[in-house]
């Protein structure tokens, strides 16, 4: 079945650092593929996302690069603020089986 | 627009206790979901709908039950309330199965 597999945390970074959180994902079919953040005590938001191979999202500095060669869509920013610590999470949309699925999410501090 | 919002923010129960979650969306999307979300085990997909007056069960259906009476409207229902309930719960909405997920704020709800 489909599934989304991400790095686990937490990932403790000095700010200006780089980031790369992982993730990998397997699906029936051409999914779309989804970065939320959720900051403690709020909701999920969306934070980015590709509809088909090869495309980029990107949003706030963060992007994320759609590869189906390698399955994969990892999140990277260049550097990362204080701001940015949050619980970030994978998911993707499966057409063919109409479901949505969510990594299990990595968590980000960030020091300054 | 409110976008999703979610009623109460917080609550307490004892065991053996009802309650019932209110989910409300203006943006008049067809899907809604019901999500928990405990510490290390990320979302888990409780009950959802595709439409006024249809629900169908998610992941971890088991003692919740759910109704769409209205499009804008979707709520969760705790029917004897157990420890294993107490967790962040969140409702999300989507314009159609594929389409990004627009979260709530989410209840926190502990069952003593």
């Known amino acids: 079945g489909d599934s989304v597999t991400q790095m686990e945390g937490p990932v403790t970074l000095s700010e200006e650092a780089f980031l790369t959180i992982n993730c990998t994902y397997t699906?029936?079919?051409?999914?779309?593929l989804f970065w939320y953040v959720q900051y403690p005590g709020e909701g999920l938001q969306l934070l980015l996302k590709a509809t088909k191979a090869d495309d980029k999202g990107s949003n706030k500095g963060f992007e994320a690069t759609y590869r189906k060669e390698t399955t994969s869509f990892h999140l990277e920013k260049g550097s990362v603020q204080v701001s940015d610590s949050a619980v970030y999470f994978c998911?993707?949309?499966?057409?063919?089986?109409?479901?949505?699925?969510f990594g299990s999410g990595t968590k980000l501090n960030v020091k300054p | 627009n409110a976008g999703v919002t979610q009623t109460p923010k917080f609550r307490v129960l004892k065991t053996g206790q009802s309650m019932t979650l209110l989910c409300a969306q203006d943006m008049n999307h067809e899907y809604m979901y019901w999500y928990r979300q405990d510490p290390g085990m990320g979302l888990r997909l409780i009950h959802y709908s595709v439409g006024e007056g249809t629900t169908a069960k998610g992941e971890v259906p088991d003692g919740y039950n759910v109704s769409r009476l209205k499009k804008q409207n979707f709520l969760l229902g705790l029917e004897s309330a157990a420890p294993s309930q107490t967790s962040v719960y969140f409702c999300?909405?989507?314009?159609?199965?594929?389409?990004?997920?627009?979260f709530g704020p989410g209840t926190r709800l502990t069952v003593l």
């Open positions: 998911a993707l949309s499966d057409p063919y089986f109409n479901k949505f699925y």
């Open positions: 699906a029936t079919g051409y999914p779309s």
């Open positions: 999300a909405s989507s314009q159609r199965e594929n389409n990004e997920q627009f």
